[in-house]
């Protein structure tokens, strides 16, 4: 009797090892990609941070926009006053 409750136990046992180990698994893989993407998210800061200390880089960013294609920049500049709240918001947001 003692015996077979032992078995029970050891077969408990290695029954939870084995949920352990997959869970472990599965967390190690969601961290891998969490850290992906806060690595991304931290790259894309530092860019716009590079951007917005350079009113010269925006103004060739804009250029380039406007040579590549001019009739979407036009529909953008419609927009303009929309654009500038969102850079607003975006800037206060990201460095404050």
């Known amino acids: 009797m003692i015996r077979a409750h032992l078995a029970e136990i ?6 939870l090892r084995l949920n352990a180990a997959f869970q472990r698994d599965e967390l190690d ?3 891998e990609r969490s850290d992906v993407f806060s690595h991304w998210i931290r790259r894309g800061q530092v860019i716009a941070r590079e951007i917005t200390q350079r009113p010269l ?4 960013i804009a250029l380039a926009v406007f ?4 009739k979407r920049l036009i ?7 929309w654009v500038w709240r969102l850079y607003s918001r975006l800037r206060r947001g990201l460095f404050q």
Not at 67 to 70: K, L
């Open 10 to 15: 050891a077969a408990r046992r290695t029954e």
């Open 29 to 31: 893989g969601f961290l």
């Open 57 to 60: 880089l925006m103004g060739a």
């Open 67 to 70: 040579a590549a294609r001019p």
């Open 75 to 81: 529909e953008i500049a419609a927009s303009g006053w």
